[in-house]
Structures are given as C-alpha cells and as structure tokens.
C-alpha cells in the first residue's frame, strides 16, 4: 500500500500510540495531575470557574441547562457506560462469563470486591451523609489496572489478564446498579415511561433486524438518555441499557463470506485495469460488495465497541479526569487523610478489595465450584486483587454522587488517590516478582 506524507507523519503514529495498551492509563493519569497542579496553582480559582459555565441544549421550553461539570458528569460518562455495556453483552455472549464454570471465579471474586469495601467503609461511616459513601471503595478503574498489567508485558499470562478484565466488567455492572437503586433523586414516571418507550423501539428494532448504528444512536441518545436525564435516574444508566439493545449477530456466516470473498477477488482480478489512478465502474462495484459483505460479517455490537474505545480511552476518561480530580488542598492535608471519611475509603479499596476478591475465590475453589486460570498461580491472584484496589475514574463518580458537603467531596477524593497509588504500586510490585 502506497504511503502519503500524512499516513507516515501522522496517521500511523496516532494509531500506533492508541494500540499501545498502556497508553491510555497513562493519559488517564497525566490529566489527573494536570487537574492536581491547576487545582493548586494560582489558576485554581480559573480552573474551579471553568467547569461551572453553563451550557443549553434545547429551544423555547424544551431545553436542559447544566454546568459544564454536570455535562461531562452526565453525557460524556454515558458514552463510558455505553461501552461498558457494549463489553458486558460480549463477555456474557461469547468471552468469559458465557460459560458458568469460567464466570463462576471473576463473578463471585468481583461481588466480594464490592460487598466487603463496602462493609469496612461502614465501619468508619456508621451514620449521617458520611454514611453516604459505602458505594464509592466498591468500583475498580478497568483503564488503570489493565494499564499496569500489559506493563508487566509477558510477566502475566493472558489468562490473568482475561480474569481481571472479566472482574473489572461485573464490578461496573455493580457500580451501575448501585448507582441506579441508591443514588438517584426524585424519579419523574412520566420521564421514566417515555424512556421505557425508546428502549421498547430500541428492542422492537433489534428484533426486526434493524443493523444501522446512526439508529441505535439517535433514538439512544435523543430518546432514551434524555428521558433518563430528564427521570431522576441518573442518565449514565441509559447508557449500559441502550448497550444492550445492540445486535450482537452476524448477516453472513464465516464459510460463506470466505466463498464470497474469494469470488470477488478473483472477479476484481480479471476486471480490464484502465492504466490511470481512478478505478473502471466494474472495479467500483465489486469493491462496493466486497464492504457490503464485510460489514454483514461483523455484529454491530463489535463494531461499535472497537470504534468507541479510543473515543472512551483517549477523550471521554482524560475529560472526566481533568474535571473531577482536581481538589485544592485546603487546611491540613494530614487532617484530611486521617479523617474518617478518607480512612473508610482506603481501607475499602485497599484493603477490602484485596480481602473481598481473594477471601471470595479461595472459597469459591476449596467448594470446587470453579478452578484458578489455566497458568495462573494464588501469587497472581494477589497481585490482581491489589490492583482491583485502584478505584480512581468510578470511585470519583461516584464521590460526587454521594456527597453535596465539599469537605466530605475533599477527604474521599484524598483517600482515593492515596488508596489508588497504594494498590497500583503494591500491584506491580507484587506481580513483578510472580
């Protein structure tokens, strides 16, 4: 294939870094302290300003008005459960949770990995809103444990990287449900009877094989998520729910399309060239088939989650970041750290997470109800379970969920970057040496 400037000066350095797979936990971390320096710097009264402008969608009076925070809070963290949902349906299809025996250990592993943070957290917040914040040790950050994984390169077998991807995607499907029954406000029916109105279309349109993702988005997007937002249930949740109205099926099975394929091929082979850079119209519709055929061999729910991933990776998550993780250091930071709020959060991440996720898998294989990963030893499991401790980009959501007092928002978000760093570093270490 012929290669223009653009492709070797750019394109091809662009889709290099993204297919890095360490790349985006490394980005998601550079713009968590770039919201650290700015939060603390004499732009800190800028950079608090900044996402409190507010931005309108709508006309006359249809129309949605929020801050700039609440946007990216509410509509870009759609899109990251979007593809959360998107991976749920695949693994519960085709990957890991299909088949019992194999969902049994990420399953039950995740469930201990937010049962018990939750628990420690409830230890040291028994009562008023401090109470508030059990859900936020629960989640883990899919992006940053995975990141210091593929760090460790050929250290780790792929099974381990297979079960924490499997335990980061049921811990999500916690978070979500966690957030839809104890962190709503007010629920408006009506909001709620319209969006069970576009998800009915979204499922009618699966059902009569309707395969145009341009569809799914705008009836997702317009009808379902607005209604959401509009309902009092928070808006991501129709993110996950419009994810799994996506068809997961293919228009063209693997024999015929190879068939097909060769066909066209060989029929492109003999079409007459006509010696200048435009192709003859035969040529034209030829290749026209060959995509039709290509596209009907892939399920749109792949094809969306592969194409919104670097969206996800690379704009959405870095945005969040530099939104939320931005917290000035006022008064003591040490105060802060100690107090009972930051306490609860680091010992349920740190420590429940670990206790949760490797208490629930020992127990699960002394029963013999599921077995560790083929060239997996408890060692790994350890490490792993260090790293399901890092809860940054879910455990910031919902932070600023659970709490309206700034300083109980402040002393969370101490003890998750505390927490996080912990578990990321005990995590590699650990591995390391596996």
């Not at 883990?140 to 390169?153: C, E, K």
């Not at 029954?181 to 009506?190: K, V």
Request: charged letters at 15%; glycine letters at 10%.
């Amino acid at each position: 294939m012929r290669l223009d400037p653009i492709d070797k000066y750019l394109l091809i350095p662009i889709n290099r870094f993204i297919s890095n797979s360490t790349t985006s936990g490394i980005l998601l971390f550079a713009s968590a302290i770039l919201a650290l320096i700015l939060a603390n710097s004499p732009l800190k009264d800028a950079y608090h300003h900044f996402w409190e402008h507010t931005f309108t969608i709508g006309f006359s009076d249809f129309k949605v008005s929020k801050s700039l925070h609440h946007w990216i809070n509410d509509g870009l963290m759609s899109i990251f459960f979007f593809v959360v949902g998107l991976e749920l349906k695949r693994e519960i299809m085709a990957g890991e949770l299909s088949k019992p025996k194999n969902a049994m250990l990420p399953i039950f592993s995740a469930l201990g990995g937010m049962v018990v943070p939750a628990l420690l957290y409830w230890l040291w917040n028994s009562s008023g809103e401090a109470s508030n914040g059990w859900g936020i040790p629960m989640a883990t950050d899919i992006a940053f444990a995975l990141g210091i994984l593929y760090l460790l390169g050929d250290r780790v077998p792929i099974s381990l990287k297979i079960f924490l991807t499997a335990l980061a995607i049921v811990d999500d499907l916690g978070a979500v449900l966690v957030i839809a029954f104890f962190y709503t406000s007010d629920i408006s029916t009506i909001s709620l009877l319209i969006g069970a109105g576009f998800f009915a279309v979204l499922l009618l349109a699966n059902i009569l094989g309707v395969r145009s993702t341009v569809f799914y988005g705008v009836v997702g997007i317009g009808g379902l998520w607005m209604a959401f937002l509009l309902s009092g249930i928070h808006a991501t949740i129709a993110g996950v729910i419009a994810a799994l109205t996506i068809p997961g099926n293919v228009k063209i099975g693997d024999t015929l399309f190879v068939k097909k394929m060769n066909e066209l091929t060989n029929e492109f082979e003999r079409s007459a060239p006509n010696n200048v850079s435009l192709i003859t119209s035969d040529q034209l519709h030829i290749l026209e088939k060959i995509s039709r055929y290509s596209k009907g061999a892939m399920t749109p729910l792949q094809r969306l989650e592969h194409g919104m991933h670097p969206l996800v990776s690379y704009v959405v998550m870095p945005i969040f970041a530099l939104a939320n993780a931005g917290i000035t250091f006022s008064g003591s930071f040490f105060d802060n750290l100690g107090s009972h709020v930051s306490l609860g959060v680091i010992f349920g991440l740190a420590f429940g997470k670990f206790i949760g996720v490797v208490g629930f898998s020992k127990i699960l294989i002394k029963l013999k109800l599921a077995t560790l990963p083929e060239g997996v030893n408890w060692r790994q499991i350890y490490g792993t379970a260090l790293l399901a401790g890092i809860g940054f980009t879910m455990s910031l959501f919902i932070t600023d969920l659970a709490f309206a007092d700034p300083a109980y928002i402040l002393q969370a978000k101490i003890g998750i970057f505390a927490a996080s760093l912990l578990c990321g570093i005990a995590g590699y270490l650990t591995l390391r040496k596996a």
